[in-house]
């Protein structure tokens, strides 16, 4: 169960992902097969402990980890990993853009080290 904090952090991380994809909240809840009235809710943080069934609908709809939105929901973890900005979101209680700052740092590391592997990039990290 989701504490008050955890809720609305939930609900900012959806709206965010959603309009980032451009999506409207009615797009979003007829491409997830949810209630539109539910998902308004969901992304102003008034669910402590949402349906992980509608999360799962909803992390398909939106292309993200479902172990990212139930760590952002306070749920225990799933077997997969959570990606880096829910994580450090989750973790140490940092704000989206530091979180997303910091994300696109290591995903720059990965892509430096990818490209060393393959002999492209002869640089250091």
Excluded: C
Excluded at 86 to 101: I, T
Aim: aromatic letters at 8%; charged letters at 30%; hydrophobic letters at 40%.
């Amino acid at each position: 169960m989701a504490y008050q904090w955890q809720a609305q952090q939930l609900g900012e991380y959806l709206r965010n992902a959603r309009t980032e994809r451009g999506l409207s909240l009615r797009a979003l809840a007829a491409t997830a097969d949810v209630d539109f009235g539910w998902l308004g809710k969901l992304e102003r943080g008034e669910f402590d402990a949402p349906d992980p069934r509608h999360l799962s609908r909803i992390a398909w709809a939106l292309g993200l980890n479902i172990a990212d939105i139930y760590m952002e929901a306070g749920y225990p973890a799933v077997p997969a990993l959570p990606s880096v900005r829910p994580y450090l979101r989750a973790k140490y209680d940092m704000p989206d853009d530091a979180a997303a700052l910091i994300e696109r740092h290591i995903n720059e590391v990965i892509a430096q080290v990818r490209r060393r592997k393959e002999g492209d990039d002869e640089s250091e990290i």
